[in-house]
């Protein structure tokens, strides 16, 4: 296994990625600048843009009739990658205006399950309970599944797609739920595995061909590979940053895994401390491959 930088320091938070099978490119956002990223793995050519109008981006997700959407503020919305041009899908939390959209990912059906967050003061601690969880179908009917979340983030499905795995960072550990992909609903919500002591919060996530999930613990300078089933730990990647964001599988062969990273409210000593925080990292050779991921069907 080698752990290397494939981008160094280039944002502050961040956080999403998401693999191209088309492009063979990794795209990913700056949730805070706001900035999607677009980095192409054939010619190592690095491309962004910044988004206007807008003060979050925080997830990023292929179309399936080509091109991007996004999560932004309380929304989703179509992107224009060369343009910058964002149009509207559908607005959340229209009840709460504190809040803003989180981490998000696409289904098999290509429903975008996206959830939101209350606003934080520092890294995990939010005004409690004032997230909730939501997906959009291909014809942009927004659905509410879970209220009173801390910091809605991970998901990841099993690949029969009969479970769904979710992460409220603020809880600290990862939740299963049995998964209906026709209806697109979940129910039966249990907790899967429990993040250890010092070892930091559960953020983003995603799941190889084994069906074990890999997740990032921000603040906890590693990427773990969890078993689902008995929530033992089977990998530690132990990283050069504190706060690795979310992961992804991408390259040719999904054999490649993409790390996302912070330096979000980092004092000046200890940007210099990590001069890698703020970048992304792949790794290799880890004996097993990730699945492709899902785009949006709308
Ligand atoms: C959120 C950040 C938060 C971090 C750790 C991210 O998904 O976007 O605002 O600090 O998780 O909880
Ligand atoms: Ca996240």
């Known amino acids: 296994m080698s752990v290397s930088v494939v981008l160094q ?4 938070l961040l956080e999403g990625p998401h693999w191209d099978e088309k492009s063979q490119c990794l795209y990913f956002i700056d949730i805070k600048t706001p900035v999607v990223h677009q980095w192409n793995r054939t010619t190592d050519e690095h491309k962004k843009v910044v988004l ?13 009739q080509g091109g991007l959407a996004v999560t932004v503020d309380q929304e989703y919305a179509t992107l224009d ?7 509207s899908l559908a607005k959340v939390d229209r009840h709460n205006p504190e809040t803003r959209m989180n981490d998000g990912k696409c289904d098999a059906m290509g429903r975008y399950w996206a959830g939101t ?7 995990t601690k939010v005004e409690p309970e004032l997230g909730t969880l939501y997906s959009l179908d291909k014809d942009c009917n927004v659905i509410c599944h879970l209220s009173k979340i801390g910091i809605s983030n991970g998901m990841a499905w099993s ?4 479970t769904m795995y979710y992460i409220d960072t603020v809880t600290k550990q990862v939740d299963a739920f049995d998964f209906d992909l ?37 603040f906890g300078t590693s990427v773990v590979r969890v078993d689902p089933q008995t929530g033992d730990i089977l990998k ?12 992804c599988f991408g390259g040719p062969d999904y054999d490649e895994l993409y790390i996302t990273s912070t330096h979000q409210y980092f004092t000046e000593e200890q940007l210099k ?8 990292f792949k790794v290799t050779n880890l004996g097993v491959k990730g699945v492709p991921p899902h785009n949006f069907g709308g």
Do not use: H
Request: proline share 7%; glycine share 10%.
């Open 9 to 12: 320091r280039v944002g502050e």
């Open 52 to 64: 206007q109008n807008v003060k979050t981006v925080t997830s990023v997700v292929g179309r399936k």
């Open 81 to 87: 990658f060369e343009s910058g041009e964002l149009k």
């Open 117 to 123: 967050m209350g606003p934080e003061k520092v890294p």
């Open 159 to 162: 690949s029969d797609n009969r």
């Open 182 to 218: 026709e209806g697109g609903r979940i129910s039966n919500r249990r907790s899967i595995f429990k993040v250890p002591e010092n070892k930091g919060y559960a953020d983003g996530m995603c799941i190889d061909e084994e069906g074990k999930l890999w997740i990032a613990l921000y």
């Open 236 to 247: 530690l990647l132990e990283l050069p940053v504190s706060c690795p964001t979310s992961c």
């Open 273 to 280: 401390q990590e001069p890698l925080a703020g970048s992304v």
